[in-house]
């Protein structure tokens, strides 16, 4: 990010900053929000069937 706003501050644009820090606070929302990367699922190997909840 760092390296992002001194590249912009040099050619006074700062677009690229801003697309920057728009996809930061993403990141920053998802994680909050629960988000968990594919790397720390847990896959089934077989389908397991489940109560429908609105049935219940």
Excluded: F, K, N
Aim: aromatic share 8%; with cysteine.
């Amino acid at each position: 990010m760092v390296s992002v706003a001194r590249a912009c501050a040099s050619i006074a644009h700062y677009d690229r900053l801003l697309a920057a820090l728009a996809a930061w606070r993403a990141t920053a929302t998802a994680i909050a929000q629960g988000y968990t990367p594919d790397s720390e699922l847990t896959w089934l190997d077989e389908p397991e069937p489940v109560a429908d909840a609105r049935e219940a």
